[in-house]
């Protein structure tokens, strides 16, 4: 990705340089014939027009000024924006993500400002402006909706910025830090390295949780749950000190300690704290308390139950004729198999007629 956007760069620079000889070679040709020929036939097609309507006619002069104009604003406000950066944003004490939405507004601005001012030196005609905004309207009705529908979030984002660079922030099943608030895609990058490039409508259509808006704390809820037997009190009072204890949980607001309620082979709690330092890593912070939660019951006595069940069997009276017992008592009028009474059935009479 680095070495494209250097390679586009280098090309935009090279053009711009040979637009610039080619202008000068136009303008004051060298006493050389072949360059003098070559002069002659470039100043014909550079003021011959190439495309004319009743109103206004476009010429090949016009054109390289209008790529030489974008080009050079190209360069001239990513100069100007990084100035504005290092000089005046980085010696205030700003958030980083207000930082580069500031950036990106100057700049953003800076390029407005110049294609206004240059469109007007360069002599291009309203009407043609006009002509080409009805042109640029029909092409986002047809096919670029998306395109400039991106674009429009990404501003309202710089500008009312409910996201900023840095913020951890969840869009549907993605969680992670914003990196850069793109002209068109936003990239969040995950906890794996990932980085997820997200159109920038999404963050404007969609739901989005942003966990650091407000600032970098956030709570971390641990839950478990301790035998029937134990104390309530006594766990309050050793998870709190498992809490306190750990690094990067914070003194101001404490940790606490919920009773949650009765579970089916349990007592559960949850140990609440808060931190700054691992708001994208909750899981890590998570797992580091349980190793000591653990280690801190088993010296304290406290047991951690895990679910079990008991079987009871019971005796079965009736026993389904044709069964493998009932078959086996059929030999004797009564017989105790097992617990298992089988009781062999008697003839029933027969009437005789007299």
């Given at each position: 990705?680095?070495?494209?956007?250097?390679?586009?760069?280098?090309?935009?620079?090279?053009?711009?340089?040979?637009?610039?000889?080619?202008?000068?070679?136009?303008?004051?040709?060298?006493?050389?014939?072949?360059?003098?020929?070559?002069?002659?036939?470039?100043?014909?097609?550079w003021n011959s027009p190439f495309l004319s309507t009743e109103s206004y006619g476009d010429t090949l002069q016009m054109v390289i000024k209008g790529v030489l104009l974008v080009v050079i604003l190209w360069f001239a406000t990513k100069l100007a924006s990084r100035i504005f950066r290092v000089r005046f944003l980085d010696r205030t004490h700003l958030e980083e993500g207000r930082k580069f939405a500031l950036q990106r507004i100057v700049g953003y601005s800076l390029f407005t400002f110049g294609a206004l001012?240059?469109?007007h030196a360069i002599g291009v005609d309203v009407g043609s402006i006009a002509v080409f905004s009805g042109a640029?309207?029909?092409?986002?009705?047809?096919?670029?909706?998306?395109?400039?529908?991106?674009f429009a979030s990404g501003l309202i984002l710089l500008f009312e910025q409910p996201v900023k660079v840095g913020d951890r922030v969840q869009v549907g099943n993605l969680q992670g830090n914003i990196v850069t608030i793109g002209s068109r895609a936003t990239w969040v990058r995950t906890n794996d390295n990932v980085v997820m490039i997200v159109p920038n409508s999404e963050f404007i259509e969609q739901q989005v949780t942003n966990l650091t808006l407000n600032d970098r704390?956030?709570?971390?809820?641990?839950?478990?749950?301790?035998?029937?037997?134990?104390?309530p009190e006594h766990v309050r009072d050793i998870l709190m000190v498992v809490g306190?204890?750990?690094?990067?949980?914070?003194?101001?607001p404490e940790p606490d300690v919920i009773f949650t309620g009765f579970g089916q082979s349990s007592l559960d709690f949850d140990l609440r704290i808060w931190t700054a330092n691992q708001v994208s890593t909750p899981r890590v912070i998570a797992s580091q308390l349980y190793f000591e939660i653990f280690a801190a019951l088993k010296r304290e006595g406290v047991e951690i139950p895990f679910p079990q069940r008991d079987l009871h069997v019971r005796s079965v009276r009736n026993v389904a004729p044709g069964s493998e017992i009932a078959t086996r008592a059929l030999g004797?009028?009564?017989?105790?198999?097992?617990?298992?009474?089988?009781k062999k059935p008697s003839a029933l009479p027969v009437e005789r007629p007299e």
């Open positions: 990705m680095n070495r494209l956007r250097a390679l586009w760069k280098w090309l935009a620079l090279v053009g711009c340089v040979g637009a610039i000889a080619v202008v000068l070679l136009m303008a004051e040709p060298p006493n050389v014939p072949l360059l003098t020929f070559l002069s002659n036939s470039l100043m014909g097609l001012t240059g469109v640029l309207g029909i092409g986002l009705g047809l096919g670029f909706q998306t395109i400039a529908k991106n704390i956030v709570r971390i809820n641990v839950p478990l749950g301790v035998s029937y037997a134990s104390n306190r204890g750990h690094p990067d949980v914070l003194e101001e004797e009028d009564h017989e105790s198999v097992g617990s298992v009474d089988v």
